[in-house]
């Protein structure tokens, strides 16, 4: 069945200088005939008019024609740029309309290029995180995915893991060649290397997530220490009560921020100390709740705190995922240090919060800026979960090589779905869907 021509407005909408309509299908001559009177040359600028069906112009601006297989989706594109104005944008697109293609659906462009070969399905999902992202190591961690970074490892990872299978396979199909202690133990050391290469690249698209979903931080600590007048300050608003009430804080409350182009949603939690309170009883538990799902913690103290030799709430043993944040320094004679402190603030002044917002934003990056980190979402993750599992349940097999080469293929075909090797209609429409129309 021969494809349909779609045809989309390919701006954000609103008014501005330049409009773009893009047309991707088969043989684009007869569009070229109506909205310009003539061919064009391939991957040409060419300064023209947009006729209507009456050979009057539309919009006059400028058309490229990209001939299949050497376009976005891989048929034959035009790109007409003409005037921003939503009114000319909506004649032109009327005018494609009119000649012969229909409307595109969102994604649909890019899907026809996953469709078409003209990139896989981690790399199609990057187009969208690119548009979308916020910050600049998020925008740098998406490209690297479009350009097939992250593609390309997880390509590596299953090349690998067909070596092994390849081997595993012989043994099951020449059962009288006898194998020795050595091959066993060279097969298990591949299999500890992918192991371990498939985790690296795990941690990495764990990183890419939260640069593309945001980070999700708990304001842990005990009563009065500052929590909410902490988070008011980093909402810009008043978002949680502040009083000098011990346990005024009783549930967690939550709010959305962007620092420094990071969407971070941070949690005030109720403060952490033993009570007879069953209402606060119930909001200690919540704040530990909390502080367990948190990507990051912020362990908030008080110098009374510190002073007196009071208990840490927080294990040493989080200290990868927690920072501990010194509040009401105000309260302190300046160039007072105290051991284990990341950050001193001053909830009430202002004093260190910058340094705080980038401590925060350096948890959520990573080492992105060391062009290691892909952008990445659940699926991605929960796939690579999926392949460590079969991989170390082929480690664990001995002597039944046709038990370790399913669980081999089986981990294979999970890193497939990350690149769209192996792939159902409607999770394909579920990812494209989410696309803007033009593209």
């Keep these: 069945m021969k494809p349909e021509t779609i045809a989309a407005v390919a701006t954000a909408p609103g008014r501005g200088a330049i409009g773009i309509v893009r047309i991707s299908g088969p043989d684009l001559m007869h569009f070229m005939l109506g909205l310009f009177g003539r061919s064009l040359t391939p991957r040409h600028a060419t300064a023209t008019s947009f006729l209507d069906s009456m050979s009057?112009?539309?919009?006059?601006?400028?058309?490229?024609?990209?001939?299949?297989?050497?376009?976005?989706?891989?048929?034959?594109?035009?790109?007409?740029?003409?005037?921003?104005?939503?009114?000319?944008?909506?004649?032109?697109?009327?005018?494609?309309?009119?000649?012969?293609?229909?409307?595109?659906?969102?994604?649909?462009?890019?899907?026809?290029?996953?469709?078409?070969?003209?990139?896989?399905?981690?790399?199609?999902?990057?187009?969208?995180?690119?548009?979308?992202?916020?910050?600049?190591?998020?925008?740098?961690?998406?490209?690297?995915?479009?350009?097939?970074?992250?593609?390309?490892?997880?390509?590596?990872?299953?090349?690998?893991?067909?070596?092994?299978?390849?081997?595993?396979?012989?043994?099951?199909d020449f059962p009288e060649e006898e194998t020795d202690g050595s091959d066993q133990h060279e097969l298990g050391k591949q299999?500890?290397?992918?192991?371990?290469?498939?985790?690296?690249?795990?941690?990495?698209?764990?990183?890419?997530?939260?640069?593309?979903?945001?980070?999700?931080?708990?304001?842990?600590?005990?009563?009065?220490?500052?929590?909410?007048?902490?988070?008011?300050?980093?909402?810009?608003?008043?978002?949680?009560?502040?009083?000098?009430?011990?346990?005024?804080?009783?549930?967690?409350?939550?709010?959305?921020?962007?620092?420094?182009?990071?969407?971070?949603?941070?949690v005030d939690t109720a403060g952490l100390r033993d009570t007879d309170d069953p209402v606060e009883k119930i909001g200690v538990a919540r704040a530990w709740e909390e502080a367990r799902g948190a990507d990051l913690i912020l362990y908030v103290r008080e110098p009374a705190e510190l002073e007196r030799a009071a208990p840490q709430l927080i294990s040493p043993a989080a200290a990868r995922q927690h920072l501990v944040v010194l509040n009401k320094t105000d309260l302190i004679p300046s160039g007072i240090v105290y051991e284990g402190v990341d950050v001193y603030i001053s909830a009430k002044t202002g004093s260190g919060i910058d340094r705080l917002r980038t401590l925060i934003q350096k948890h959520a990056e990573g080492d992105a800026n060391a062009d290691s980190t892909f952008i990445a979402r659940e699926r991605h993750v929960l796939a690579l979960l999926e392949a460590i599992d079969y991989i170390e349940a082929a480690r664990r097999q001995q002597g039944r090589p046709e038990l370790r080469a399913e669980d081999l293929r089986l981990a294979e075909l999970a890193l497939g779905r990350i690149v769209g090797r192996v792939t159902e209609d409607d999770l394909l429409g579920h990812i494209f869907n989410n696309f803007c129309i033009g593209k």
């Design 191 to 266: 299999l500890e290397e992918i192991v371990r290469s498939t985790r690296l690249l795990l941690n990495r698209a764990i990183q890419g997530k939260r640069l593309r979903e945001g980070l999700k931080v708990a304001l842990v600590g005990a009563p009065n220490v500052g929590k909410s007048t902490l988070l008011n300050y980093l909402a810009g608003e008043s978002i949680a009560i502040v009083t000098e009430v011990p346990g005024t804080t009783r549930d967690a409350i939550a709010v959305e921020v962007m620092l420094n182009g990071l969407a971070v949603t941070l």
């Design 56 to 172: 009057r112009p539309i919009d006059s601006g400028i058309a490229l024609y990209f001939p299949a297989p050497h376009s976005y989706t891989g048929e034959d594109v035009l790109e007409l740029q003409g005037h921003g104005g939503g009114g000319v944008l909506k004649l032109v697109l009327g005018r494609c309309v009119e000649i012969g293609a229909r409307l595109a659906e969102p994604g649909e462009f890019t899907r026809r290029a996953f469709l078409n070969g003209k990139m896989d399905l981690a790399q199609a999902e990057a187009v969208s995180d690119l548009i979308e992202s916020a910050s600049e190591a998020a925008a740098r961690a998406a490209v690297r995915s479009l350009t097939g970074a992250f593609s390309t490892t997880v390509n590596e990872l299953r090349k690998s893991l067909l070596g092994v299978r390849v081997r595993l396979e012989a043994q099951i």
